[in-house]
């Protein structure tokens, strides 16, 4: 019995010394690792993110991803347009990434209406990229303006405060134009000219009706205030005619016929008259004309025919000339 006892006393000792071992062990790896515990704690609480941080290659990393470039980034050409001008509306994009962006909308508007001019999409901008896209526009009197932007829909997801500079404003102010009617010369009336008609070519005609004795009858007599001044005067025997004046002639430089007076003294003696077979026109540059005239034998006629004109102040009814006649 006493030598059971003594076979288990190295068993218990080796026990103990095994469990002193362990504790050991602990004790020292609780001392290697509180220091790194220690040193994690006393790092600043920035540099603790940045440690933790996954950068994805090819991501853009700025909160402000695009903008529409400065001062010149929305502009006119020409910058003062005339209403009717065409004009060129450019609009000018930067890229703020080191790194290429895709599928960039972009917009150009008028306002206060409003209305699109043009729009699209730039399929691949590179890192730092500036590009210019335009759109067309017709200029319009009076004051307006465009608006320019860059990814209206916002697909970069980028704050309030970062798409500030996505829009760009410009104003115009078109003048109106006045269109000034030309001013009209002042239109005076006067007589037509018999000479000065002769001698820009026009015809003028005796005509007698047949055989007759009285040769006299409707010859035109020309006159210094009248166009013609014909006579019928049939002392024997009685005639008729046709008288033509201002044959194939026309007026010039707007001279129109204004009105025709006839200043007829009568039937002195015996029967005589006259009537119109062709009577110049109002309105017409044509003055042509041609009279019926008779008389019988013993009869005498007298009359004055007047032909008024009418036409701009300082020009010549005829001919093609600068300034009167």
Not at 7 to 30: D, E, F, M, N, R
Not at 69 to 74: C, F, Q, T, W
Not at 244 to 253: I, P, S, V
């Amino acid at each position: 019995m006493n030598f059971k006892r003594i076979g288990l006393l190295p068993i218990a000792v080796a026990i103990g010394l095994l469990c002193a071992t362990a504790v050991w062990a602990q004790g020292v790896q609780s001392q290697k690792a509180a220091p790194v515990m220690e040193l994690k704690k006393a790092l600043p609480e920035p540099m603790q993110k940045h440690q933790q941080q996954t950068v994805i290659p090819g991501q853009c990393t700025t909160a402000d991803k695009i903008m529409v470039v400065g001062i010149n980034g929305l502009t006119l050409n020409p910058a003062q347009p005339k209403a009717g001008e065409a004009v060129v509306v450019s609009l000018t994009i930067q890229n703020l990434c080191n790194v290429p962006l895709a599928n960039i909308g972009w917009q150009i508007a008028s306002t206060p209406d409003n209305t699109i001019l043009l729009s699209g999409v730039k399929a691949s901008v590179a890192a730092k990229e500036i590009f210019t896209v335009t759109a067309p526009w017709t200029a319009v009197s009076g004051r307006g303006g465009f608006d320019g932007r860059v990814d209206p829909a916002n697909a970069l997801k980028e704050s309030a405060d970062d798409r500030k500079n996505n829009v760009k404003t410009a104003s115009v102010t078109v003048p109106m134009v006045v269109v000034m009617a030309p001013t009209q010369p002042r239109r005076v009336t006067e007589r037509l000219n018999y000479d000065k008609a002769k001698n820009a070519g026009a015809r003028f005609a005796h005509n007698l009706e047949g055989v007759t004795a009285c040769s006299r009858i409707g010859q035109i007599r020309p006159d210094s205030s009248a166009a013609i001044h014909f006579e019928a005067i049939c002392a024997l025997s009685g005639g008729k005619a046709n008288p033509e004046a201002f044959k194939d002639f026309t007026l010039k430089n707007g001279w129109k016929v204004a009105g025709v007076t006839v200043n007829d003294e009568g039937a002195l003696r015996g029967s005589s008259g006259w009537r119109w077979i062709v009577e110049p026109r109002v309105g017409s540059d044509n003055p042509g004309m041609q009279m019926h005239v008779w008389a019988e034998p013993v009869a005498r006629l007298v009359a004055a025919v007047f032909v008024h004109i009418e036409g701009p102040e300082g020009t010549c009814p005829y001919e093609e000339k600068k300034g009167p006649c």
